[in-house]
């Protein structure tokens, strides 16, 4: 019993090695040599090698049977079952690690779905992969892709190219040290930062993720997206390249160059094809406006628009608009900035604080000349309200008033149509009251000093009524739509969102202004 296990396991073991012998099947003219001890054949003419699976052609060829090695010459062909076809001008076939090394000319095939060309190529038929080390280029039907190094694992269809990556394709070309490519899927893998080149100049740069160039559709992290008029970054950015569409997931920045502006927020998404940019979910901006002082805006919604046409380019805000610079601040409900004349319009219930001043209307405008707040103008029902030292409510209201400024503090206020005013008379030196102004009018033009009232005119057949302070009643301090809003005014930390504060922190900061 004991011999006949030996000798089945002689008989499988000879199949064995049978089996992973390499065989001369074809040629036209052999010459036996010796090469340092260890004789060969030499074949010539239309020579055929086999080993299981993989054929060898070639012209000529040094057979090792010892070694289980051939080196093959000339228009070298070997084929892998039915999917791989390799050419060279030269190889070296190791039957024993199923080792193919390929030099010159080299082409690799598979099932007609990537090409790949290099001088120097290795196939390890046991791992069933090939690699390149001294520059490599795979074509298909989509894509160009070139590299220093490159592995091609020929079970998965995946490529994995390293140093000096480049993609070409009629869209766009791509730029890395190193990324993957499946050659069956068309979908490409970003392992280190990539930077993309659209056929329109943008440029987008990438951490890593996915991008299928077939749908056109991609899956980034941590992405920047550059156009001529904007730079976005996130976390995450998904890409839908047919519609020109990118949505964008955390830490969302959105830089308009032109306008030294930059948007932040949680979630975005860019129309490409319509230049339209929005960022919601905790949404805020930040716009330098003079030298040493920035306008911040938040709101649930901020929408930039950009066009070839200036007269198009738009800065939206949306629900709950919020605005703090250090001598101004506004809520409104919606906002929009007009690029080309650089003004600021504010909607639905908008209000403005310079200072102890409240500026209300059913429409604000702002106008910012050389990055300065240059003028605001209220339009229907205008009211201005401002504190004095013993905080009473100077009031002034009209159909409309512009508010000019002069080294960022308010300077004068003009009122036109349905002027009415009340103002509290402080002796100079005292500051006791020595009772109140009541004047209607058309107009009426309040200069301002240290950013409080210094005096006022009246135009167009004025009606004033003085009121010493015994006279004074309750009714008579307060004009029709009288409505002082100061807990609405914001502080930067409500606008910038950065952290959370304490309501402590909120009126120390109110008590500032």
């Given at each position: 019993?004991?011999?006949?296990?030996?000798?089945?396991?002689?008989?499988?073991?000879?199949?064995?090695?049978?089996?992973?012998?390499?065989?001369?099947?074809?040629?036209?003219?052999?010459?036996?040599?010796?090469?340092?001890?260890?004789?060969?054949?030499?074949?010539?003419?239309?020579?055929?090698?086999?080993?299981?699976?993989?054929?060898?052609?070639?012209?000529?060829?040094?057979?090792?049977?010892?070694?289980?090695?051939?080196?093959?010459?000339?228009?070298?062909?070997?084929?892998?079952?039915?999917?791989?076809?390799?050419?060279?001008?030269?190889?070296?076939?190791?039957?024993?690690?199923?080792?193919?090394?390929?030099?010159?000319?080299?082409?690799?095939?598979?099932?007609?779905?990537?090409?790949?060309?290099?001088?120097?190529?290795?196939?390890?038929?046991?791992?069933?992969?090939?690699?390149?080390?001294?520059?490599?280029?795979?074509?298909?039907?989509?894509?160009?892709?070139?590299?220093?190094?490159?592995?091609?694992?020929?079970?998965?269809?995946?490529?994995?190219?390293?140093?000096?990556?480049?993609?070409?394709?009629?869209?766009?070309?791509?730029?890395?040290?190193?990324?993957?490519?499946?050659?069956?899927?068309?979908?490409?893998?970003?392992?280190?930062?990539?930077?993309?080149?659209?056929?329109?100049?943008?440029?987008?740069?990438?951490?890593?993720?996915?991008?299928?160039?077939?749908?056109?559709?991609?899956?980034?992290?941590?992405?920047?997206?550059?156009?001529?008029?904007?730079?976005?970054?996130?976390?995450?950015?998904?890409?839908?390249?047919?519609?020109?569409?990118?949505?964008?997931?955390?830490?969302?920045?959105?830089?308009?160059?032109?306008?030294?502006?930059?948007?932040?927020?949680?979630?975005?998404?860019?129309?490409?094809?319509?230049?339209?940019?929005?960022?919601?979910?905790?949404?805020?901006?930040?716009?330098?406006?003079?030298?040493?002082?920035?306008?911040?805006?938040?709101?649930?919604?901020?929408?930039?628009?950009?066009?070839d046409d200036p007269a198009k380019k738009r800065l939206l805000a949306y629900n709950r608009v919020k605005i703090f610079k250090s001598d101004i601040q506004g809520t409104a409900d919606s906002l929009e900035y007009r690029q080309?004349?650089?003004?600021?319009?504010?909607?639905?219930?908008?209000?403005?604080?310079?200072?102890?001043?409240?500026?209300?209307?059913?429409?604000?405008?702002?106008?910012?000349?050389?990055?300065?707040?240059?003028?605001?103008?209220?339009?229907?029902?205008?009211?201005?309200?401002?504190?004095?030292?013993?905080?009473?409510?100077?009031?002034?209201?009209?159909?409309?008033?512009?508010?000019?400024?002069?080294?960022?503090?308010?300077?004068?206020?003009?009122?036109?149509?349905?002027?009415?005013?009340?103002?509290?008379?402080?002796?100079?030196?005292?500051n006791i009251l020595m009772g109140m102004n009541k004047i209607i009018c058309s107009n009426i033009t309040i200069r301002f000093k240290d950013a409080r009232v210094n005096n006022l005119s009246f135009y167009v057949r004025p009606?004033?009524?003085?009121?010493?302070?015994?006279?004074?009643?309750?009714?008579?301090?307060?004009?029709?739509?009288?409505?002082?809003?100061?807990?609405?005014?914001?502080?930067?930390?409500?606008?910038?969102?950065?952290?959370?504060?304490?309501?402590?922190?909120?009126?120390?900061?109110?008590?500032?202004?």
């Amino acid at each position: 019993m004991r011999y006949a296990l030996l000798f089945i396991f002689l008989l499988c073991t000879q199949g064995l090695m049978a089996q992973g012998r390499v065989t001369l099947k074809q040629a036209d003219q052999l010459i036996g040599g010796v090469k340092d001890g260890e004789r060969f054949d030499r074949v010539i003419g239309n020579v055929i090698f086999e080993q299981n699976r993989t054929t060898i052609y070639c012209d000529s060829a040094l057979f090792f049977r010892g070694k289980n090695i051939v080196e093959a010459f000339g228009r070298v062909r070997i084929i892998e079952g039915d999917s791989v076809t390799i050419t060279a001008e030269r190889a070296e076939y190791d039957g024993n690690i199923r080792l193919a090394k390929l030099r010159r000319n080299v082409v690799f095939t598979k099932l007609a779905m990537a090409t790949l060309y290099t001088d120097y190529l290795d196939f390890d038929r046991l791992k069933n992969e090939a690699y390149y080390f001294n520059k490599g280029r795979l074509v298909d039907s989509i894509n160009v892709l070139t590299s220093f190094k490159g592995y091609y694992q020929v079970n998965t269809n995946i490529a994995s190219f390293k140093q000096n990556v480049v993609v070409e394709n009629p869209d766009y070309t791509m730029k890395s040290d190193s990324l993957q490519y499946n050659s069956r899927t068309k979908i490409i893998y970003f392992r280190t930062e990539t930077t993309v080149i659209d056929k329109e100049g943008g440029t987008f740069t990438y951490e890593g993720g996915e991008y299928d160039t077939q749908s056109q559709q991609s899956d980034f992290k941590k992405g920047l997206a550059e156009s001529q008029s904007y730079t976005l970054t996130g976390n995450i950015i998904r890409l839908d390249d047919l519609r020109k569409f990118y949505t964008v997931k955390g830490n969302v920045v959105m830089t308009h160059k032109e306008e030294n502006l930059v948007i932040y927020g949680d979630d975005a998404f860019f129309d490409k094809q319509n230049n339209i940019a929005k960022v919601y979910t905790n949404a805020w901006l930040t716009k330098v406006i003079d030298e040493g002082d920035t306008l911040f805006i938040s709101a649930d919604t901020l929408v930039s628009i950009d066009s070839d046409d200036p007269a198009k380019k738009r800065l939206l805000a949306y629900n709950r608009v919020k605005i703090f610079k250090s001598d101004i601040q506004g809520t409104a409900d919606s906002l929009e900035y007009r690029q080309i004349d650089s003004i600021m319009f504010m909607y639905k219930s908008p209000a403005l604080w310079t200072a102890g001043n409240q500026m209300t209307a059913d429409s604000i405008s702002m106008l910012i000349q050389n990055n300065t707040l240059s003028k605001v103008f209220l339009t229907v029902n205008a009211f201005v309200i401002s504190t004095d030292t013993l905080k009473n409510y100077n009031q002034i209201k009209g159909r409309k008033m512009t508010a000019s400024f002069r080294n960022n503090q308010l300077h004068q206020v003009v009122v036109e149509g349905n002027g009415e005013s009340v103002y509290f008379a402080l002796e100079d030196k005292t500051n006791i009251l020595m009772g109140m102004n009541k004047i209607i009018c058309s107009n009426i033009t309040i200069r301002f000093k240290d950013a409080r009232v210094n005096n006022l005119s009246f135009y167009v057949r004025p009606e004033a009524d003085f009121i010493p302070p015994h006279e004074l009643i309750e009714d008579q301090k307060l004009l029709p739509g009288f409505n002082w809003k100061i807990e609405n005014r914001p502080t930067k930390d409500e606008v910038v969102k950065s952290r959370p504060e304490s309501p402590a922190e909120k009126t120390q900061e109110r008590s500032r202004l």
